[in-house]
């Protein structure tokens, strides 16, 4: 089992740098959905790892964006978390706005999926249902063809997420909704809580 604070002070370090709904509610899709991804790729003893890299990947960035990825092992090592986790949560960031290479699988899911869930959640939300449940991948295809739609999703990035993987970007996709689908009620629920 690979070291990692609980998750109620991984949560309040969050809070603690965080106050935008909308960062918070990012973080708490990308926990889930790298806990998903820990089960489905066979590293579920490591899911709660895998979850807290995925809470806490953008914990600088609301209040440091200039220097996102680089603020983050500072406050990281507040609530003592590894080498192993401040590396995983800086990947994230290789060739936007840090250097450190996405090098586990792990990581290089977080890469992935990272840019991916914002595209799907804008796309969740101009859908009637304002839900992912009923999401195929034709329709998320048409959004992602579309450069003005979340414009601020990198669509470079993604795609180059599903090469480091191994995976078409159709095969990224499908597990990316499968994954948010797996945890869209409880953030739903933890985002009406706060």
């Given at each position: 089992?690979?070291a990692?604070?609980?998750r109620?002070a991984?949560?309040?370090?969050?809070?603690?740098?965080?106050?935008e709904?909308?960062?918070i509610?990012?973080?708490?899709?990308?926990?889930?959905t790298?806990?998903?991804y820990?089960?489905?790729?066979?590293?579920?003893?490591?899911?709660?790892?895998?979850?807290?890299?995925?809470?806490?990947?953008?914990?600088d960035?609301?209040?440091?964006p200039?220097?996102?990825c680089?603020?983050?092992?500072?406050?990281?090592?507040?609530?003592g978390?590894?080498?192993?986790?401040?590396h995983?949560?800086?990947?994230?960031?290789y060739?936007?706005?840090?250097?450190?290479?996405?090098?586990?699988e792990m990581?290089?899911v977080l890469f992935?999926?990272?840019?991916?869930t914002?595209?799907?959640g804008?796309?969740?939300?101009?859908r009637?249902?304002?839900?992912c449940?009923?999401?195929?991948?034709?329709?998320?295809?048409k959004?992602?063809k579309?450069?003005?739609?979340?414009?601020g999703?990198s669509r470079?990035?993604?795609?180059?997420?599903a090469?480091?993987l191994?995976w078409?970007l159709?095969?990224?996709?499908e597990k990316?909704?499968?994954?948010?689908?797996?945890c869209?009620a409880?953030?739903n629920?933890?985002?009406e809580a706060?």
């Amino acid at each position: 089992m690979k070291a990692c604070p609980e998750r109620e002070a991984a949560l309040a370090l969050l809070k603690k740098y965080n106050s935008e709904p909308f960062h918070i509610q990012h973080a708490l899709t990308v926990e889930g959905t790298m806990r998903w991804y820990a089960g489905e790729l066979g590293y579920g003893e490591d899911a709660g790892f895998w979850a807290t890299v995925g809470l806490l990947h953008d914990v600088d960035f609301e209040q440091w964006p200039e220097e996102h990825c680089l603020k983050a092992p500072e406050l990281l090592a507040e609530i003592g978390c590894s080498d192993e986790l401040i590396h995983a949560v800086c990947s994230h960031g290789y060739g936007l706005c840090c250097d450190v290479e996405p090098a586990h699988e792990m990581e290089k899911v977080l890469f992935a999926a990272d840019e991916l869930t914002g595209l799907i959640g804008a796309a969740a939300r101009m859908r009637p249902s304002k839900s992912c449940q009923d999401m195929e991948v034709s329709s998320l295809k048409k959004k992602f063809k579309d450069k003005k739609f979340a414009a601020g999703c990198s669509r470079d990035v993604i795609k180059e997420g599903a090469e480091r993987l191994g995976w078409t970007l159709e095969e990224l996709m499908e597990k990316t909704i499968l994954a948010m689908r797996s945890c869209e009620a409880e953030v739903n629920a933890a985002m009406e809580a706060l």
